[in-house]
């Protein structure tokens, strides 16, 4: 058995997933880490009922962030790594990237304030959230992980969220302050990032160079793709929250909100899997689609086995978990956290299917089931919010998971025919 377990860990170290999933995950461990002490923090100075405001006002800005990035996030990995060797190459990947950001985050600030004419709920509050979609024009990560030098990337993550939980400790001491959560959120992050930027740029010799109109033609169409996928997945998980204070359920935004960020936490896992497996992956795929067909289905079922026994703690312990984190025993939260323990499931179930139709370089099935996906999205929300209730609004993200699994599945079962 001894022997069995040092050859599995051969193999992996020899594939640098462990290699991978430490650097990767590590960045998330730090979020995680900043959430679970944030989370009792805040609710505790300023209730569950401020606290889904916030994450209303965050969810907004972080959609706007989704924009913003434009698929840059993606591509750009891929970018580096190619050109890391080459520096005006380089410098053009990078100048691009983030010329590109910029010109959309001024259009969503001028689009942000003509909302002001708008009856806009919680505006204030999304106003202040700017600093959250400005961190994600600097977000540096994408060049980090393309030159596989994430280590000093950790450490000022790290350090950020530290100075972010003690800048809320001392500025947020009442309901009243509760406004400014995200504005310090945000506004850390960006710091930070402006400053790995410029680091980055300094340590390869990038100077500057303005991007031309046709170089930021040909990187608006090869991300369309991209950054439409991003917008449906981001709103497959906050749309519900913008029809609640619309339909009367403003009362309910923040134990969902409080339950989202709890079951969210195993799709941010979930990820770190998929990118820490990507490279074999790829190599799998490139050797035989059979060894990787046979690869995918158990390292599906692997995933589905452990995040079954997550949910089903996560189930029984609701009212426990609820309570460390808020401090109160809160029986809505608690029955929207015990539906949406089987989330991480479906999850699980899909992350190697995504996986799959992304080495198939599919683009066009990942792009048509973001399609269907936001216009199922949207149809469930509003139709859960019209037959109201506790239980079938928390049931929303269950649905959509669940029908992205059966959507995959089905891409998967069609022959397979190499896109662009």
């Not at 990035?69 to 891929?78: D, E, F, I, P, W």
């Not at 000022?156 to 310090?184: E, G, T, Y």
């Not at 079922?301 to 089903?312: C, P, Q, R, T």
Request: aromatic content about 14%; some cysteine.
């Amino acid at each position: 058995m001894k022997q069995r377990v040092t050859n599995i860990y051969n193999k992996l170290k020899a594939t640098n997933i462990i290699a991978n999933f430490l650097n990767l995950s590590s960045i998330q461990i730090s979020n995680m880490l900043l959430l679970l002490l944030l989370i009792p923090i805040i609710t505790r100075i300023i209730g569950i009922k401020e606290f889904g405001i916030i994450m209303f006002a965050s969810k907004f800005a972080q959609l706007a962030g989704s924009v913003i990035n434009y698929g840059t996030g993606q591509s750009g990995v891929r970018d580096v790594a190619f050109y890391l060797t080459d520096q005006k190459k380089l410098g053009t990947v990078f100048y691009n990237n983030l010329f590109i950001r910029v010109v959309i985050f001024v259009l969503f600030i001028a689009l942000l304030f003509s909302l002001q004419w708008v009856n806009v709920d919680y505006y204030p509050y999304i106003l202040l959230s700017i600093p959250i979609a400005l961190a994600e024009v600097f977000n540096p990560l994408c060049f980090f992980i393309g030159a596989e030098r994430l280590k000093l990337f950790n450490l000022l993550n790290m350090l950020s969220n530290v100075a972010s939980i003690i800048a809320i400790l001392i500025f947020i001491k009442s309901p009243h302050d509760a406004i400014w959560v995200n504005f310090i959120l945000g506004g850390a992050n960006t710091i930070t990032y402006i400053g790995l930027l410029v680091y980055f740029a300094s340590q390869y010799g990038l100077g500057f160079k303005l991007p031309s109109r046709q170089e930021m033609l040909k990187i608006g169409k090869d991300n369309s793709y991209l950054t439409i996928n991003n917008i449906s997945v981001n709103l497959q998980q906050s749309i519900i929250i913008f029809a609640m204070p619309r339909w009367g359920y403003a009362a309910l935004l923040g134990p969902y909100t409080l339950c989202d960020k709890i079951i969210g936490q195993c799709r941010i896992l979930l990820i770190t899997v998929s990118n820490a497996i990507y490279p074999n992956a790829a190599r799998l795929f490139q050797q035989s689609t059979g060894l990787w067909n046979i690869y995918r289905k158990k390292t599906k079922y692997l995933l589905a086995a452990v995040f079954f026994a997550g949910s089903i703690l996560i189930f029984i312990l609701a009212d426990f978990i609820v309570f460390v984190l808020s401090k109160e025993h809160n029986p809505t939260a608690v029955l929207i956290l015990r539906v949406m323990a089987f989330v991480p499931i479906m999850s699980a179930l899909n992350v190697l299917n995504v996986l799959d139709q992304l080495l198939k370089n599919n683009t066009v099935y990942i792009f048509r089931i973001a399609v269907y996906l936001f216009i199922l999205t949207v149809v469930v929300a509003f139709a859960l919010v019209s037959i109201g209730g506790t239980l079938a609004i928390g049931a929303f993200t269950l649905i959509i998971e669940t029908s992205a699994v059966l959507m995959y599945e089905y891409a998967i079962k069609k022959p397979y025919t190499q896109n662009g």
